[in-house]
């Protein structure tokens, strides 16, 4: 299994984001998609995660400025990211979990997002 994550870079305080992850190696039903962070000197922590039912869950930190949606058929997940604020910078991993029989938890390369104060 691969995750490759896409869109990370440099944006202003107040500006938009988009990052994308692309799964392959394998079908991904009854999983979980989902986007982490990890600043420098805090743990990882999550962002946002999709079921493959479409349920989405935000960490308090980002509801209200993030959409995570998901296309089953292309095995593809989006975080679109508003109203960027400096403590938003991170490295952002993509990840997928199955947490029923096959279980699996696999993670991507990180992408880092930094904001400007």
């Known amino acids: 299994v691969q995750l490759q994550a896409f869109g990370g870079g440099v944006v202003q305080a107040g500006g938009s984001l988009r990052l994308s992850c692309a799964a392959s190696?394998?079908?991904?039903?009854?999983?979980?998609f989902g986007w982490y962070r990890q600043a420098p000197g805090k743990q990882r922590e999550l962002v946002a995660r999709i079921s493959s039912g479409g349920t989405t869950n935000y960490a308090d930190s980002v509801e209200g400025r993030s959409t995570i949606s998901r296309d089953n058929r292309k095995n593809t997940m989006s975080l679109q990211m508003t109203a960027l604020k400096p403590e938003d910078t991170a490295v952002y991993y993509c990840?997928?979990?199955?947490?029923?029989?096959?279980?699996?938890?696999?993670w991507g390369q990180g992408t880092l997002v930094t904001v400007s104060s």
């Open positions: 990840n997928v979990r199955r947490i029923i029989t096959p279980t699996y938890n696999f």
């Open positions: 190696g394998s079908t991904f039903s009854s999983s979980y």
